[in-house]
Every structure is written in structure tokens, then in C-alpha cells.
């Protein structure tokens, strides 16, 4: 075969070994000497250097090197390299002014080559390589070579910085996701004034510096996950993860194993291990909500965690540590449960240690209008709704409704009356018929079309006269009617104007 050839399968050899290299995920420096080793081995380099540029200074720095004792005495040769883009070849270093230092740090005649790293037009560094003087030697073959290592080597590096800067972008997201996380689990995002409510924050208080574990009940609707999450975000743990598992939604088959978590080969589907959310929630909390909703099998398991601190995976042989803090909540009557056989008492009594009654909201209705304007704010800006208050009818309204499904009721009220207002007040029709239904509160009564019309009336009248602290003139302006149309309507409905002047 001929030398050409020889030379051409030899070199394409090497540039499999240098992009295996280069690709193998390693660390950056470590590969490019590994570059710089091949280029020995297989180009007989005597010496040779990779720089790169710092993209913040643009000053460059010797990342990787091989037989440079200084490598100062080639940086202005580097830096017009760098700076021009274009490779700089010198087939003699001691016939070259610019290598007049290198010269006396060099053995014996040497043939330089500088070629920058470049993906497009970008410039991220140059690698350097010295190599014995032949006058045989084809500069523009060797150059071409030593350009398509130099291509590699700085898409190489692109990747690299790419990585680097997606990975600081996760972690400033990962820190202001928490940060975000923080304020809106704070005690301000838990509404209400009501003396039932600040029981609840004195009890918050006092355990979320604890490590105790939180039995927290209530009918459903009343923001026990809310509570969950501010107790985890004013504790100790607040750093750590705070993993959420609804035990009502998971299947009894399937609990277990989301819990605990399985090894490989457990059951069928199992092809690999998998951690459960004790794992997952380790030095932080697990808030298991609807825990009366767990079978027995998994409620003994519990027991053990609570009494043991650990656990042993589906399949598995061998105890994990858990340094979890337990959240559970319920809206069940855990009492009834134990009597009819459907939850452990021992378990109750593991669970009992601290427990948050979060009261419904007809126990607090002086709550009600704060939590209506959170939530009126709240879906007016996520619409891009410009309403500015909810009228005196539709407030008496809110009040007199019995709320079964308590604050999670009250905000789809609130949100679906945003979406059909098109004025900037919400008004009495804008509620959802269940609380305009006589069955459903005993509030209103089954109007007809007179009434209906005679009930919006009112409803515009007694908004323009809040407006107005009850002044019937400009009422009357404001309504572009006349001060006696007003003062008629007022006597009709029975409105009493001086409730408005405070």
C-alpha cells in the first residue's frame, strides 16, 4: 500500500480515537490532554497546548498541555490567533521574529503550528503543536489535519459551555421555583381574621419548628394540603423536598409500591428498581393526604416507619432509613373508621400526636368577603378581567350560602362569576344558581321575569348608592336618571340610604 494511503487510513484512525474521546462525556480537561497524548503517539508531536478563552474577559488560559515547560513564550503568537480567527503555520521557529522567545525554550529546529477553535465564526481558543522539522513535510495536508482536530476540539468545548450554562439556569430556576414556593405556602397566603382561622396559626406555629408528626383534619375544601404546605415551608426542612401523595386516588394494588417503592423483579412490570416517595421525600416531609383511604396492609407498614424510622422496599430484604417528617390529613371520622375494622387504632394513635381541626366555612364566615376579594384579585388578573368589586346583593348572597364545599367551593364560585362578568362589578346573577336556588340556600325565592327585573333594579340602585355614601343626587346622575325616579325607587324597595354614609 502506498505511504499516502497509509498515512490517510492512520490519520482518519486517529480522528475516531480523538471524537471517542471527546464524546465520552468525561471531564473536559482530562480529555483534551487525552487528545494531546494521541497526537503523540500517533503525529510524534514534541509539544503542544490547547487554550481557551474566557467568555466574560476574553483573556485566554493553557487548559490542556503536553512537554511545555512555558507556554508564555508563545502567547502573542495565541493571541493573533485567537484574535484574527486564521491559523499561523511556521515551518522554521528559529527563522521566526514572533517565536524569538520560544526559540531558546525549543530543541533543536521545530515546525509550528497555531490553529484557533472555532464553531461558525465564533472563537473559543487555539491549540498549538510543535513538530520535528522534515523538508518533506506537506504543511497544507498537516494543517488540514491539525484544523479538523482543532473543529472537534471546540465543538467539544461549545457543548461543554452549552451544559454549563443550561445546568446554572436550572439551578437559579430550581432556586427561585423554591423561592416562589416559599411565599405562596407563607401564613399571608392563608386567608382569614376569624377567631377559628388564628387558632389554626397559633397551632401552625407552634409545631412547624418540630419534628413532630401532624394529624391534620377537616372537611374537604378547607385547604388542609394549604396547611400541609406552610407547615413544611416554616420548618427546619424547608430546604429539602416536600412530596404530596393523595393515598385516596392510588389503587390498593398500587399504593404499596408508590410508597415504599419495589425492587427489581417484585412482580410483573418490575424491570428495574424504583424508589417510593419515603425515599424521594428523604430530610424533608411526606404529607399523605386521605390517609383513611389506605388499606390495612399499608397502614401496618406505616406503623412501622413511625415506629421504626424505616422501611423495606416491595421485594426487598434490606431496611432503608427514613428521615422523613409525616404531614397526613384526612376528612374522614378516623373514630367510626376504627370501629367498624377499616383503620388501625395503633396507627390513630402514632397519627394523633399533633392534630389541626381546619374548620369549615360557615364556622367562619367573617372570612368569607377576604377570601372572595383574594380570589376576585386572584382570576381578574389571570383573565384579564378589570373587575373591581363584588355588589352589596352578591356579598349578601356569599354570606347566606352555607358553602358545603368550603373555600375550594367558594373560589370556583368566584372564578366562574369573573369569567361571565363582562362590567367591572360582579352582580347577584353573576353567581352560579346554586346560590341563587331556593332549594339549595333558602335565600332567594323562585322569581318571575317582574321580579327578576324588579331584583336587578335594586341591585344597581343600592351599588350606585354605596358609591355615591348614599347621596341620591348623584346616584340618580351616576344611574342617568332623575334624583325623584331615585328617591321613588328607594321608598319602594325599602333601601336604607344612610347604611352607605359610613
Given at each position: ?6 498515512k490517510?487510513a ?5 480522528l ?46 493553557v ?12 502567547e ?8 484574527s ?28 503550528f ?14 498549538e ?17 491539525f ?6 476540539v471546540g ?7 452549552l451544559v ?6 436550572l ?35 407552634q ?8 394529624l ?7 385547604g ?6 406552610a ?8 430546604r ?56 390495612l396492609?399499608?397502614?401496618?407498614k ?15 430484604i434490606?431496611?432503608i ?24 387504632a ?14 369549615p ?42 358553602w ?8 370556583n364560585t ?11 362589578v ?7 344558581p ?22 336587578y ?8 348608592l ?8 348623584r ?11 331615585v ?16
Amino acid at each position: 500500500m502506498p505511504a499516502e494511503l497509509l498515512k490517510g487510513a492512520g490519520r482518519l484512525s486517529g480522528l475516531l480515537e480523538i471524537n471517542n474521546v471527546l464524546t465520552t462525556g468525561g471531564k473536559l480537561r482530562s480529555s483534551f490532554e487525552q487528545v494531546l497524548e494521541i497526537l503523540r503517539n500517533r503525529e510524534k508531536i514534541s509539544r503542544g497546548a490547547i487554550f481557551v478563552t474566557n467568555p466574560l474577559t476574553g483573556k485566554f488560559r493553557v487548559v490542556a498541555s503536553l512537554g511545555v515547560g512555558n507556554v508564555r513564550t508563545t502567547e502573542n503568537v495565541v493571541e493573533r490567533v485567537i484574535e484574527s480567527g486564521r491559523p499561523i503555520v511556521v515551518p522554521h521557529t528559529d527563522q521566526e521574529p514572533l517565536l524569538v522567545r520560544y526559540k531558546r525554550a525549543s530543541s533543536g529546529n521545530q515546525s509550528f503550528f497555531c490553529v484557533p477553535l472555532m464553531t461558525g465564526r465564533k472563537t473559543f481558543g487555539a491549540i498549538e503543536i510543535e513538530v520535528s522539522f522534515l523538508s518533506e513535510r506537506d504543511y497544507e495536508e498537516d494543517l488540514r489535519f491539525f484544523e479538523v482536530i482543532a473543529s472537534m476540539v471546540g465543538q467539544a468545548l461549545k457543548v461543554d459551555r452549552l451544559v454549563d450554562s443550561e445546568r446554572q439556569r436550572l439551578k437559579d430556576e430550581n432556586l427561585h421555583l423554591k423561592e416562589e414556593l416559599r411565599e405562596r405556602y407563607d401564613f399571608s397566603q392563608i386567608i382569614g381574621t376569624s377567631g377559628p382561622i388564628r387558632s389554626v396559626y397559633e397551632q401552625i406555629t407552634q409545631v412547624a419548628r418540630t419534628n413532630t408528626t401532624v394529624l391534620i383534619r377537616g372537611e374537604s375544601g378547607t385547604g388542609k394540603e394549604l396547611i400541609a404546605h406552610a407547615i413544611h415551608y416554616n420548618s427546619a426542612r424547608a430546604r429539602r423536598p416536600f412530596i404530596k401523595v393523595s393515598c385516596g386516588a392510588l389503587p390498593d394494588t398500587l399504593i404499596e409500591s408508590e410508597l415504599f417503592g419495589y425492587e427489581k423483579g417484585a412482580f410483573t412490570g418490575a424491570d428495574t428498581r424504583k424508589k417510593g416517595r419515603f425515599e424521594l421525600a428523604e430530610g424533608g416531609t411526606l404529607f399523605l393526604d386521605e390517609i383513611g383511604e389506605t388499606n390495612l396492609a399499608t397502614q401496618v407498614k406505616l406503623l412501622r416507619v413511625l415506629q421504626e424510622r424505616e422501611f423495606e422496599r416491595v421485594g426487598g430484604i434490606d431496611s432503608i432509613k427514613a428521615n422523613v417528617r409525616l404531614v397526613v390529613a384526612t376528612n374522614k371520622d378516623l373514630e367510626q373508621a376504627i370501629l367498624e375494622g377499616s383503620f388501625r387504632a395503633d396507627l390513630h394513635y402514632r397519627l394523633n400526636v399533633f392534630t389541626i381541626f381546619i374548620p369549615p366555612l360557615r364556622e367562619r364566615r367573617t372570612d368569607i368577603m377576604l377570601l372572595a376579594d383574594h380570589f376576585l384579585e386572584k382570576y381578574s388578573s389571570e383573565h384579564g378581567k378589570k373587575i373591581k368589586r363584588i355588589s352589596t346583593p352578591a356579598i349578601d348572597m356569599c354570606m347566606s350560602y352555607h358553602w358545603p364545599g368550603n373555600v375550594r367551593e367558594l373560589e370556583n364560585t368566584i372564578e366562574r362569576a369573573v369569567l361571565v362578568c363582562e362590567g367591572n362589578v360582579i352582580h347577584g346573577h353573576h353567581l352560579p344558581p346554586t346560590l341563587q336556588t331556593a332549594e339549595a340556600t333558602g335565600t332567594t325565592p323562585s322569581l318571575s321575569l317582574s321580579d327578576a327585573v324588579k331584583s336587578y333594579e335594586k341591585d344597581l340602585i343600592i351599588d350606585a348608592l354605596k358609591i355615591t355614601r348614599g347621596n341620591r343626587a348623584r346616584a340618580a346622575t351616576l344611574l342617568r336618571s332623575t334624583e325623584r325616579i331615585v328617591r321613588y325607587k328607594v321608598k319602594q324597595y325599602d333601601i336604607d340610604c344612610s347604611r352607605f354614609r359610613t
